[in-house]
């Protein structure tokens, strides 16, 4: 992405920054965290390592992966962006 002035929006960069700045706002134990990235130059494994270390120590389940869809005509995935998940559930 980019911002007001253009600068741009590095995510490998940004993004535990961006988290740094959430867990500010998260209530101490959350059920839930949810990412979905797009058109991005990262890894579902980048998303893994930095979920991690946001969730070290709580009790829960951590997935994280690609996105993608099946092109039906050569049967071949297209990538789409990456997610990751944690869940205390």
Request: charged share 15%.
């Amino acid at each position: 992405g980019h911002g007001p002035q253009g600068q741009l929006w590095d995510f490998p960069q940004s993004f535990p920054q961006l988290i740094e700045e959430c867990t500010k706002v998260l209530v101490p134990h959350p059920l839930f965290i949810l990412i979905n990235a797009y058109a991005v130059s990262a890894s579902g494994l980048m998303l893994n390592n930095v979920l991690e270390e946001l969730v070290e120590g709580q009790k829960g389940t951590l997935e994280a992966g690609e996105l993608a869809l099946h092109e039906s005509s050569t049967n071949r995935l297209l990538s789409t962006g990456i997610y990751g998940r944690w869940s205390r559930l």
